[in-house]
C-alpha cells in the first residue's frame, strides 16, 4: 500500500500533430473563429509545447506526453462519400467542402485536456485508476478522437492490475462530454480520498434549467453524472455545477476557461459558477475543509479579458519545492489588467506564490491555453512504475523529440496545403516512427485513416 504523499500529480500534454492547422472549427471559442485564415506553424507549435514539458520536467514535476491522433482521417473522408484513391480522396473534398477537409486534417488532439475524464485509483470503487475518453460530440471534428484516444491511452496506461478503460459515452448530445476542460479534482494529499468536481453548461433532459442562448454548451449535467457513476465514485464526494451560460456565451466554452483547480484551492472568476456559493460550500463540505476560493472579480479583470488573455486557463501547480505557482500564457502579461492583478494576486499570498509564463501562440490562436494542453494524472508510486516508462519526459526524450519534429514538420501551412498528399505521407511517417519513440504499440490504423 503507498503512502498518501507520495502520489504525485502527472501532467500529460498533447505532442502538437504535423498538420496543426487553423480552420474556424469551433464555434463559440473565439480565437478559433478569429484566427480562421491564418497560416499556422506545426514546427513552431510542437516545439512550444516541447518547452513547457522540459520546464516542468525541470522543476521536478513529472511530465508526460501524449501522441497525437493520426490525421488526416481519410477513413472518415471516405465514409462520407469521397472516393478513390488518397490522392483523389482529398482533391473532392477540398472541392466539395474545405470545411469538412480541414475537419478531418484537425491537430485537435493536442488539447489533451479533452482527451478523457480521469479518476485516481484513491477515488473509485476497486481501486483502479479509470479513463473514459471524452466523446467531444459537439464538434464534428474532435467527435471523431475517442478511438484513436482510447487506443493512446491504453498504450500509455495497459496494465490491467492497475488501469480501467471505459468507453466514450453514447454519440448523442444528451451526452455531451469534453473530459477533464469540466472536471476538477479537489483534495489534500494526492493519496487522499478525493472529490470529483463536474462542471456542466446545460441539462439535456431537464429544459428548465438555464442554457446558453448564442453559443452551445458543450458538456451536459447527463454526461458528467453518468462519468461519475462508471467511474464508481463515492457519491459524498462528488459535486455538480452548473456553469454561468452568460460566460458561455461571452466565449467561455469549456469550464477550464474561466476556472482551475488544484487540491484544495480553486482559482476562478466571479462569474464562473451558477449559484456559486452553493457551489464553493458543497466542494468544502464534500472535501471536509474549506476550500480555499480565490474568486477574480470582474472588476479586476472582466470576463472578456479572462477569455482575451485565459488567465484561468492556467495550471495550478504543486512544486517539490512547496511552492504553488500558477502557469499562464504570455497573454497574460501583455494585457495590462491581467498583469496587474497577478502582480496584486502573487503579492497577497492567497496561495499561489509564484507565476511561471510561456509563449504558446500558436495553440493559443485556436482557444488552447496551458491547461488545454495538459491531461492531469494523478499516480501512486506503484502506478508510476506500472505505466509505459517512454511517455515520460526527461532531457533524452526532449532532445529526441525535438529533432523528430525538426525532421517530419512543416514550418507553415495554409488551407490550400491540406490537398497535397504530401503532407498526409509525411505525417503518417512521422507518427509511425513517433509510435516506436514512444513505444505505444500499433495505436494507428493507418489503413483506416487512408495513408
Ligand atoms: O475544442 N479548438 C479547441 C480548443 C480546445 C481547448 N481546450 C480546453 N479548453 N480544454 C476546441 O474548441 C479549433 C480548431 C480549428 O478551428 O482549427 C479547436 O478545435
Redesign the pocket.
Known sequence: MNNSTQHVEANFDGLVGPTH??????DG?LA?KNN?TKASSPKLAAKEGLKKMKALHDLGMVQGVIAPLARPDIGMLRQLGFTGDTASVLKQAAKHSPALL?ACY?A?SM?T??AATVSPSRDTHDGKLHFTPANLIN?F??SIEHPQTGRILKGMFSDANHFAHHNALPASNYFGDEGA?NHTRFCNEYGDHGVGFFVFGESAFNGAMPKPKRFPARQTLEASSALARIHGLAEDKVVFAQQNPDVIDAGV??N??IAVGNRDVMFCHEHAFLNKNDVYNNLSTALEKPLNVIEVPESAVSVTDAVGSYLF?SQLLSLPNGKTALVVPRECEENPQVADYLQTLIASKQGIDELLCFDLKQSMQ???GP??LRLRVVLSPDEQTAMNQSVIMNDSLFSTLNQWVDAHYRDSISAQDLVDPALLSESQFALDELTQILKLGSVYDFQKTGA
Do not use: M
Not at 492547422?21 to 469551433?26: C, F, T, V, W
Open positions: 492547422n487553423y480552420a474556424g472549427l469551433s471559442n478559433s480562421q480541414a484537425s485537435s488539447w485536456a479533452n464538434k471534428h474532435r476542460a466554452f469549456h477550464d476557461v486557463n485556436n482557444g488552447g491547461a488545454c
